[in-house]
């Protein structure tokens, strides 16, 4: 998922802003940035495949998702949007509140919100697969993931404000949908003009 403020802070910025942090910084010194898939490219329109093997294969995998994330800027990244059929997404994401959430899931599941949490939050949503485009998009204020770490162990993730958006946009990846497939005709046809007049500040791959 792109960076609420259009890229323009970095994390070192973020890290004088936030009074905590939940979760482990991932180990820089490992894996590599990969260029980001755009919309079109037939990985993104469909749902992966279930990981089935945690092995020394998918924690590199994960060590280059994150590369790739901060490489992008962004907060939140999906394995198909490196290329990668396989349901794994990482996260750098502050909430509301200012605390900074870093991790990964493996074959994550939304869970349903009873229905006294379901207030919608109409923010603005931007994805590292569109480049350059916004728009507002209506989606519960609270979020909780279910699913597996790198080593297979059973996780459970929960978040509010912009990192319930972060954990659904980056799910909802995995079974094939980009933010914009929850958009009207007309706010999809504007974020694809924004996508077409703007460029990327990071590597992308073109779609053939």
Do not use: W
Not at 5 to 12: G, L, R, S, V
Not at 29 to 41: C, D, H, K, M, Q
Not at 54 to 79: C, H, K, N, R, T
Not at 161 to 183: K, N, P, S, V, W
């Amino acid at each position: 998922m792109a960076d609420e403020h259009d890229h323009e802070h970095d994390h070192e910025h973020d890290e004088t802003q936030v009074q905590k942090v939940v979760g482990q910084e991932p180990d820089l010194s490992r894996g590599t940035a990969r260029p980001i898939t755009v919309v079109g490219n037939p990985v993104l329109h469909r749902e992966t495949k279930t990981v089935t093997e945690f092995d020394a294969g998918l924690s590199a995998l994960i060590d280059d998702m994150f590369q790739s994330m901060y490489a992008a800027e962004g907060v939140g990244l999906a394995a198909n949007q490196i290329g990668v059929d396989l349901k794994v997404f990482v996260y750098d994401c502050p909430d509301d509140e200012g605390v900074r959430h870093i991790g990964h899931v493996v074959n994550p599941v939304l869970e349903d919100l009873p229905a006294g949490r379901r207030t919608l939050d109409d923010s603005q949503e931007g994805c590292l697969s569109v480049p350059t485009a916004y728009q507002e998009l209506a989606r519960p204020d609270h979020a909780a993931v279910t699913g597996q770490d790198k080593d297979g162990n059973p996780i459970r993730v929960e978040g509010s404000g912009f990192f319930a958006r972060c954990l659904q946009h980056e799910t909802d990846h995995l079974y094939g949908y980009l933010y914009i497939d929850r958009l009207s005709k007309r706010d999809r046809k504007d974020a694809l003009r924004q996508m077409a007049e703007g460029t990327p500040k990071y590597a992308t791959v073109p779609n053939d």
